[in-house]
């Protein structure tokens, strides 16, 4: 879970400041780094520190940098420590000139690449598997950067969506699976391409296509030329959890609204629920819209019943045990005057440990709501993503740990639900055998996606 | 406009965490500065620093304090220059022992106050009209604090809901018209005294009362005495603005919750509109509840037509001209798949300059929406405020400046409404006597709040 | 021992620069706080930080400010707490005008005053002695600034020598007795006011002449005016250990240069020694002009026997136990080439606790000295210094601990001599009546110089 | 122009406290950076920052790491960039484990090398020359790490002291011409391995002896095995810049003391020159040592005719014109009490620009000096240095520019010798075809060192 952002201008007008509203648009993938690279007179240049875009990054330093292309990365742990050398984009200088890479995914079989890499003298900088690319680049002497970046993607498994830099020329790749989104956007004379949509939008620019399972795009002064990356086919696989948390509501992916997707997945809530009396509130913030799409339905209203502090963000509060066990409420507020008597109905779009949602089920009882309906926007995830999304392990997920009627009671709930597999894949609307439904129901790609040993 | 905050202990446990816990709540009535007072051995300390309540305390450096009572203040700029030394609670270590104060509300006196107490030898250390309460006391030679308070008080004029720490007792007093709020709370052992009861809220401490007009109130070790300020009795003046745009939505108010309030307001909105096709979309997040009002009102369906993207807020982007002029949409993105062939009707609490209904308009018609139709939840405001609230100049107030069919023109839009001022001191449901409305129809407390020589 | 300095360019030049550069040459006179005072448009600004003056001010940004007057101010602590508050100038804003005061020296009757002026209503806002002297200027309604400071300091008793700045006038004023340096100098149409004369020769100034005891000098746009500061005529009464420690070398206070006076002190120091096989070093960097003088008088080599880490300085080491007992030596690396076989002669200009010389005699016998004789350029402190040194307690100091003979058998040398009264009086050269050696043998010019209350 | 050092405890002891103070004691080398590194559990770590070491590492951080041996680097620049990735020790854990390299010196034949690895497909992180022996090594598959930096070191011409750590080894290593020093210190269990032995005098530890040119020691816990770098035998080639200027005076290097050597040079200097009415004086603090020899042999008094600020030092002074015209001077203040009437003598170790020492005449002119004499205890520079000392271009060094006479008059002085390279050779004490001198006479150990290609 990342976000990768990249621009080529024709007409050779600087795009390091768009690069940085793109990224701001993709804030909500990755807070825990952000970076921009670009190349100047040969030498590929970076800027990336820890934090949110606007911490990381200097706006008004980069709108000073002339470079007519570029690409730019936010980072959410994935695979790698937590540290600087592990932000993208990463850079090389290396034999055959400069190169950049943002990478949004995860591969598969990284420490196979990584053995047969340092037994032929690599010295791995970072720990993040994306250099695994740029090293098997600088492996194939004579070999020029296009040639030696398809050969590259041709040994490696799993999921990516990259935006890379080359001397003069901007790459934009998807794995075959298409497990990432990656869009192609146009404003006048400048391509820019981007995990979503919403970074698109942000600059005014159109959105022009999705690009393709297994496609390659080269921008350059030329236009864009769309190559193949030199693999077998692959079954398609779009990860259906995009559409469900990760992605912004206001985003086109793979051709669906996510906004429409988010309603209609609270629309297939309303089932087996007593309207008497209720009311439908959304666990701010992430299940108001499903939580509009059920309350439609079922015509009963929608309430704001849980107020959010909105200054709660990455604000780190951290009690003595004396005030946190005085029960001291943060970020959520209840509001009696909207639940008083009421037969609450709470929607969110998943339930991870549990806490959170035990804790406002107590929350509404206290404020007077007479009954307390727990509905989940997404079937319940009980198995490991190994393509790019960072899932708590089987023991911190309490879907894995219990069944729905045990859970239920846990929480303290007078009902809970989630929506079927099926549900999610009607209201996405791609046919299941496109969709990667795996952290669902184990249907992985592969048999056992797991690292083994490469023949190179 | 700014907040206060106020704990006191009897059973002798530390404060600063539950005020720091407090002031992040009412975070969102100043955003310029924080800070604590507290007393120690005799001597007054104090912790502020420009800047969000996480940033300007050290959460973790409070929660060591041994201090049973202690007060906090949140910033929004007012009176006075916006440095360090304007910001609050300001303290004293004077003749008759250590004093600390924090403010919310305006004295419209206090030039002629400063006058008096220079020409007696003061030395004013803020430009903040705060210091004449310590510096009238100062300048009562053997008097005890609570009375010299006392009399202090007796000489400004003007809103003030104060919370003020004498060794070993927190004091807190709201002005004869209670402009302002202050609420009185309690949790086991310790009351608190805070500007909105969400402060309480989010402690789970139980909101006791609103303090009253006119009323002080000293809280001890023996336990809570309510007085009276000796001054003349006036007539109630509660600001309406609070509950249309200041004070935090599940916030108890006088009684009244500001969140029902806001819908009442928007329900007062449904006349004169065709819900033919019709969607109701709040100005996210000021016009949300408002909007759920009209939508539920009108029977009409309540969609979020406009994304905000949830990590602006404190970040300023000063973007360069070439990249403004292109038309780059930072903070709000509009729904295409939610506008296009509707009716848009747009809620907001208020409108200010115009710049952003302006431009939501404009992009409401790029979406696709037929016609665009603004409804504003609160009167025009065409006046100053005197008692504390950060109005624009008339000159910057575009409701001054234009009549409604012309500011309905200018910003583009089909149609444009305000409320009533009847219709908003019925959703308030106080009665029109007891409400200031100045700010809207200009009719203030006096005939002429100013800063008039005090006769003393 | 603090140091003040002040500029005022006739030509309405700006003078901050010249301000900071003059507080750089006074920057041994205190190491805590630096701080500029300046009156804009009749408001008095000032910049003041904890640390050096390269630390606390920034250069850059003084010169740019329009200020044709200003003082400045290098704090190291004497009265009151080590915080901001209590850095200088000192600044306010009262009922006469603005008024900035920069102070080196010690009331010695602060308490009283302070008493009287809290009885009257004065908020104090540092907890140094200085601000007694604004709260007196404040508490004359209607006295003019200049009249209204000289009352002030017909108040004060003990040691100052101040800097003061009103609208368009800069004030120079040394009390009656004369403790600390303060001088006149002037370039091209400028005059500067400084605690030393090397802070006139880094501006390439002029030294005009020593302020007189008990002389106010005001400097205004059309000269300067000589006043007598209204007390009784007091006996002379310079300060011996400025020219024996405190002032740089390069001073020349009340008509003696500090750099021949330490020579001579080390000549007086030319007795009941033996030169055979002699070497003369001094401790770094304090003895090193007074061993000059020794090593020249008793015609025996002068070297560097020990050799100091010059980036030592502000550095805080604190090591471990384990290492620390280990016999690291961070400062001082003796010299074996040097030392070996020789009797070494190690001079300084005070010993305070015996540690470091303790350690010194240890280091000179590893390195290989027959014998180590160590030379003090003046007399055994014994006595509190009430003037502004901050001496430390008599339990520190180890010459009132113990007598000569102990203390050479503690500290482990050969011999160990100090300088007697007599010879600190010749090699100053100012009769002894004109010299303060309270420090050295008691006698304070009043029979007890303490806090006594005040008949104002 | 670099500062190495490294530690080894046979007992286990934790190490990473002395490695600061060792590099402490070395801060003279390397003003720009500081670093050390250790490995922990196979894993090798550094700390790095720019800085001095004080500001660059934390002391109290490093001294609860528990590592057993450790290297560190003080870094003035030389070859690449002034970034943090080029700041020393270098590291990397590639197949054959973790390792770290500290370096003082330059590799001549650097862009060959880079050349021949990039074809084998290194990627270079940094812009040192030093990372070359980290890719040599790790293109050496299944090759032991010591094996392979004995090969890597056969690769690389020029000069270098190295401190190298492996997995639980400590390697020291010197060129086979010895151009810069490094030695050999213990203290109890402990080894050492320093660039001077200052920085085991710090320690407390004992100078065992230099390494010899071309050779290595590896320290672990059997102890210290030496062997020769698989490399043709060169002639030796001291640096003889370090005892003129770079080393630390209270260093020992290759068997001379720098302090004797030091005051040598100044003895060599005492030649036709009247010592009539004479002083002598050191420019503070580079000419202080010669210039108590030159005084000692004339039987002439030194004084300190010149002041110097001592806090100057890191402080950037960026003066406005107007001021800066006015003749300000801020690190150098002259002595006239001492200057008067007098044959000024001012010795400094070496004239680069010229600028100073044109000041410091007029100054002592000003000052009341009848002659002014300069002495340079070296001979003119007027060659680059290939071996890692940062020498000022050709056109900056005013002795390539114009003859003696010339630059005496373009200075001012009445009269201006430098030493001639005899005398600095008999100074040392070394054999002259044991020295280098090539900065002051040209005679390089290679005919043309230079950047060649490699036959690897």
New interface residues.
Partial sequence: MCGVFGAYSQSG?PVL??VY?GL??L??RGQLSAGVAWINNGIVRTKKNMG???EALN??DL?KIDAHTAIGHVRHVTEGENRIENSQPLV????QGPVAIAHNGNFTNVNGLIGY?????????SSSDTETV??LM?????VVPLEALKTALSKVQGAYSLTVLFDNCLIAARDPSGFRPLVLGQ?NDTYYVASES?AL????AKLIRDIKPGEILIIDSRGIISQKIPVQEQKCCHCAFEYVYFA???SVIDGR?V??VRKKLGECLAKNISTKNAIVSGMP?SG??AA?GLA?KLDV????GI?R???V?R?F????Q??RE?????KL???P??LKDKNAIIVDDSLVRGTTATRVVKMMRDSGAKKVHIRISSPPIVFPCYYGIDTPSSKELIAAQMDIPSLCEKIGADSLTYLTCEDLVDAIGIPKDKLCTACFDGSYLENKPCDNLLEV
């Fill in positions: 007008s400041e768009e509203l701001y648009a804030q909500h949110l875009v606007h706006q008004h709108a090389a200088n290396y034999a890499l340092e037994n032929r003298g690599a010295i791995f900088q740029l090293q600088a492996h194939q002497p004579g404003k919403c939008d942000i600059l005014g912004r509501p206001d609204s906004y429409c913030d108001t819209i509009l439609e209203p929608f309430e704001i107020i502090n909105r200054y963000g604000t509060i951290q009690l003595t004396r005030v005085a029960g001291v409420k943060i507020n209840p509001q005057q909207v």
